[in-house]
């Protein structure tokens, strides 16, 4: 009963405290008021896998304006955002981790750029084309983030499919390429310079070493096998042929089993 009594006194107490005192408790909720806001508003945004792309490209499309709330439920608006930029494959986004809890108001964006790897003319425009055969940016001689090093290594394909009146034909032609360079450069253990598509479906390639051009067979299916049997017949071609290289003209391997050699005509014979 004692302890109620207490109680009792203290309420009173303060109850009395606040009505002779109505400013002073105003601006405490006032800054209550503002605290909170400040708490929920205030993040913190880190970013991580940036090489080609400026932070500065990436932070521009984020909504930072918008509340930690926000930002906790509409993680999938957020990657969408970020991934409108043609050099972003994927983007991830989780919270950050601290000494034992996650951080609260903190967001880590992981993000994957593409990987430039081919330059070609698409549908009458030169383009760069990713690794994972997204086109990037339309290229005239260069590429922003990319230094004349970087883009002189991209690997230069010619007669591509339409992307838009074939574009089955154009992703199969790219996985082509992609599979052809890993493969052959394995196999052979030359550079691949260029690749051409051919009407026929065959794709010749001009090695960064050879004087010549080299004809494959890519068949419809799994290429691999085909272009790793075709790379050591050149490979042996190329033993036996050693000291004639400059003689010759052209190599076609898209016979199933056997090469044929193309030699230069010879020069004639002066009187």
């Not at 598509?197 to 065959?202: A, M, N, T, V």
């Amino acid at each position: 009963m004692r302890v109620l009594f207490t109680s009792l006194i203290a309420s009173s107490v303060v109850l009395i405290h606040i009505l002779d005192n109505p400013g002073r408790v105003s601006h405490g909720l006032e800054v209550a008021k503002q605290r909170a806001i400040s708490f929920l508003n205030t993040k913190e945004v880190r970013i991580e896998g940036l090489a080609l792309v400026p932070r500065e490209e990436v932070e521009r499309v984020l909504p930072l304006a918008r509340s930690v709330g926000w930002w906790m439920v509409n993680e999938t608006s957020i990657k969408a955002r970020i991934a409108e930029n043609p050099w972003i494959k994927s983007v991830e986004m989780s919270t950050c981790r601290g000494a034992f809890l996650p951080k609260f108001g903190c967001f880590q964006l992981t993000i994957q750029e593409r990987k430039p790897r081919f330059v070609a003319l698409v549908d009458d425009e030169r383009w760069i084309i990713g690794e994972d055969g997204a086109l990037i940016i339309p290229s005239k001689g260069s590429a922003p983030g990319l230094s004349d090093e970087e883009f002189g290594k991209l690997t230069p394909l010619y007669g591509l499919a339409s992307r838009v009146t074939a574009p089955e034909r154009f992703q199969a032609q790219l996985e082509v390429a992609r599979t052809s360079i890993r493969v052959l450069e394995g196999a052979v253990g030359l550079q691949v310079e260029s690749i051409t598509f051919e009407g026929r479906g065959d794709i010749t390639v001009d090695f960064v070493s050879l004087p010549f051009p080299v004809v494959f067979g890519a068949n419809s299916g799994d290429s691999a096998p085909v272009f790793e049997d075709q790379g050591h017949r050149l490979k042996a071609l190329l033993a036996q042929l050693k000291e004639r290289l400059g003689d010759i003209q052209r190599i076609d391997l898209a016979f199933s089993k056997v090469g044929v050699v193309k030699f230069r005509p010879a020069p004639p014979e002066e009187n």
